[in-house]
C-alpha cells in the first residue's frame, strides 16, 4: 500500500473512520485551540502528535473534547502546598487540566483563549486555620492566575467563589477568619498595611487588575449576618463587581480617584512586599515549603540567569516601596538562598554529604535546577530567622569568604543595591 497523503504520512494507510477512533483515545488533558499553537518547551506523548502536521492537527481538533468547545470554565485553586501542582481547570463536559504553575498553562495555550467568549468561574478554598502557610499558598496561587487573566480582553461572565468545606471556613466565630496572628510584628516596618489582616483581603483586591467582565459575581459560600466585619467583607466583594465591570483598562487616569489603577497599584505592591516578609518569618509546614518553592525558582535557568522574581525586586526598589527597610530584607533574603543553593561549589564544600550528584544524574550539576532544591529538601526551608537557618549560612559563608574569592562577600552583602546603582532605569 502506498501513502496517499503525504500530511497524513503512515496514518493514510488507515480508514478515516480508524483514525477517528484513533484520535478519541487521546488524553483529556490534551489542549487543542482553532489553529495550529506554537511548539511549547516541554511536551506530553499525546500533545506531540499535534505537531506532526496541519491535516493531523484539523483531524484530531474535530474529535478530541477542548476547552474551545464549551463556553464555560471551572477553575479550582486549592489552599495546600503540592510541588509542581498550580490549579485545576475543567469544562462543563468533563474535560480537565492540571496545571503545574504559571509558565506551564502558557505552553498549553492558556494564554490563547478567546476570553471574551468565555464564562469563568473560579473556586477558592478556604485555608485551614491551624496552618496560617495555606493562606499564603492561596495569595501566590490567584496572583499568578490572574497575571493571566488581567490580560484578556474582557470576559461573558466571572464568578469569584470563596468556598468552604467541613473543616476549613473563611470565617472563625461567625468574623472572617485571621490565619496569620500579630502580623505587624513579622514586618520590618513595624505596622500592618490598612485593609490586609483577614484572610480573604488577601485575596480579593487582586481581582481588582481585571476589566470588561459584562456578569462579575464575587461571594463566599458562607455568610454570616449581624457582623459589620461581614457586611465590610459584603460591600468590598459588591465593589469589586463593580470594578471588574467596568470598561476603561486597568490603570486608566479616568477612573475614579480612589479607584482607579494607580491606587490598586501601590496596594497590591505592598501587599506583596508584605506577604514575602511574612513568608520570610512565618512557622508553619506550608510555609516552610513556600520558602523552599521561592528559592528553588528563584532563577529558572543559572546563577544570574533569567529571574522574574528578582525583576520583581528591582522594580519595587526602584519605586521606593517601604524604601531602606525593603532593601535590608532583599538583601537579607538573597544571601540565605545563596547560602541554600545545592549546586553552588560553597554548598557542597560546606555540606558534601546532603547532595551527591552522582546519584542523580538527571540533575545537571552545574545549573540551576528546582529538583535538586527539592531533592535536599524535601521537608522545606525553616524560617529565616531560625537557629538552623542561621548555622547553615554562618557554614556555608565561610566557604563562600575564602581568600580566593577577592571581596566577593561583600558584594553578596549588598547584592540589590548594587544591581539599583547598576540600573538606575530598568526595562520590565
Known amino acids: 500500500?502506498?501513502?496517499?497523503?503525504?500530511?497524513?504520512?503512515?496514518?493514510?494507510?488507515?480508514?478515516a473512520e480508524v483514525r477517528t477512533m484513533i484520535w478519541r483515545h487521546f488524553s483529556s488533558q490534551l489542549h487543542v485551540?482553532?489553529?495550529?499553537?506554537?511548539?511549547?518547551?516541554?511536551?506530553?506523548?499525546?500533545?506531540?502528535?499535534?505537531?506532526?502536521?496541519?491535516?493531523?492537527?484539523?483531524?484530531?481538533?474535530?474529535?478530541?473534547?477542548?476547552?474551545?468547545?464549551?463556553?464555560?470554565?471551572?477553575?479550582?485553586?486549592r489552599p495546600e502546598y503540592r510541588y509542581k501542582s498550580w490549579i485545576k481547570a475543567k469544562n462543563t463536559k468533563g474535560v480537565q487540566w492540571d496545571l503545574e504553575d504559571l509558565p506551564d498553562a502558557i505552553s498549553r495555550g492558556f494564554y490563547d483563549l478567546p476570553w471574551h467568549k468565555l464564562n469563568f468561574q473560579?473556586?477558592?478554598?478556604?485555608?485551614?486555620?491551624?496552618?496560617?502557610?495555606?493562606?499564603i499558598s492561596l495569595y501566590k496561587k490567584v496572583r499568578a492566575l490572574v497575571e493571566i487573566l488581567k490580560g484578556a480582553k474582557g470576559f461573558l461572565s466571572l464568578w469569584v467563589v470563596f468556598g468552604h468545606t467541613k473543616n476549613t471556613s473563611w470565617f472563625d466565630d461567625a468574623q472572617p477568619q485571621c490565619s496569620i496572628e500579630n502580623i505587624a510584628d513579622l514586618l520590618p516596618w513595624g505596622r500592618e498595611i490598612p485593609g490586609a489582616k483577614c484572610d480573604y483581603e488577601f485575596i480579593f483586591p487582586l481581582f481588582l487588575q481585571?476589566?470588561?467582565?459584562?456578569?462579575?459575581?464575587?461571594?463566599?459560600?458562607?455568610?454570616?449576618?449581624?457582623?459589620?466585619?461581614?457586611?465590610?467583607?459584603?460591600?468590598?466583594?459588591?465593589?469589586?463587581?463593580?470594578?471588574?465591570?467596568?470598561?476603561?483598562?486597568?490603570?486608566?487616569?479616568?477612573?475614579?480617584?480612589?479607584?482607579?489603577?494607580?491606587?490598586?497599584?501601590?496596594?497590591?505592591?505592598?501587599?506583596?512586599?508584605?506577604?514575602?516578609?511574612?513568608?520570610?518569618?512565618?512557622?508553619s509546614k506550608t510555609?516552610?515549603?513556600?520558602?523552599?518553592?521561592?528559592?528553588?525558582?528563584?532563577?529558572?535557568?543559572?546563577?544570574?540567569?533569567?529571574?522574574?522574581?528578582?525583576n520583581e525586586l528591582k522594580k519595587l526598589l526602584l519605586d521606593n516601596v517601604e524604601g531602606n527597610d525593603t532593601l535590608n530584607t532583599m538583601n537579607d533574603r538573597y544571601r540565605i538562598m545563596r547560602a541554600h543553593n545545592p549546586l553552588s561549589l560553597a554548598y557542597r564544600s560546606a555540606f558534601p554529604e546532603t547532595f551527591d550528584s552522582t546519584k542523580h544524574p538527571d540533575i545537571d550539576a552545574r545549573g540551576w535546577n528546582r529538583d535538586a532544591w527539592h531533592c535536599v529538601y524535601r521537608h522545606g526551608i525553616p524560617p529565616l530567622n531560625g537557629k538552623k537557618t542561621n548555622e547553615r549560612y554562618r557554614k556555608w559563608s565561610m566557604e563562600y569568604d575564602a581568600p580566593e574569592n577577592g571581596g566577593e562577600f561583600v558584594k553578596l552583602q549588598r547584592y540589590f543595591s548594587l544591581l539599583i546603582a547598576r540600573n538606575p532605569?530598568?526595562?520590565?
Open 210 to 283: 481585571i476589566r470588561n467582565v459584562k456578569m462579575a459575581r464575587m461571594y463566599s459560600t458562607e455568610i454570616f449576618e449581624g457582623k459589620r466585619e461581614n457586611l465590610m467583607m459584603v460591600k468590598r466583594f459588591m465593589k469589586a463587581e463593580w470594578i471588574m465591570r467596568k470598561t476603561t483598562p486597568y490603570g486608566s487616569r479616568a477612573e475614579p480617584d480612589r479607584y482607579y489603577g494607580k491606587r490598586i497599584e501601590e496596594h497590591l505592591d505592598l501587599l506583596f512586599m508584605m506577604v514575602e516578609r511574612i513568608l520570610d518569618l512565618l512557622p
Open 1 to 15: 500500500m502506498e501513502i496517499t497523503d503525504p500530511s497524513l504520512g503512515m496514518f493514510s494507510l488507515l480508514p
Open 122 to 135: 473560579i473556586c477558592i478554598w478556604a485555608p485551614h486555620r491551624k496552618d496560617s502557610g495555606q493562606i
Open 287 to 310: 510555609a516552610n515549603m513556600l520558602r523552599l518553592d521561592r528559592f528553588s525558582s528563584w532563577y529558572t535557568d543559572k546563577l544570574h540567569g533569567n529571574s522574574p522574581y528578582e
Open 425 to 428: 532605569v530598568l526595562d520590565f
Open 33 to 77: 485551540g482553532r489553529s495550529l499553537p506554537r511548539k511549547p518547551n516541554h511536551l506530553s506523548r499525546d500533545q506531540e502528535i499535534l505537531f506532526t502536521s496541519r491535516k493531523i492537527y484539523a483531524e484530531v481538533a474535530a474529535e478530541v473534547p477542548s476547552g474551545y468547545n464549551d463556553n464555560t470554565i471551572i477553575i479550582s485553586v
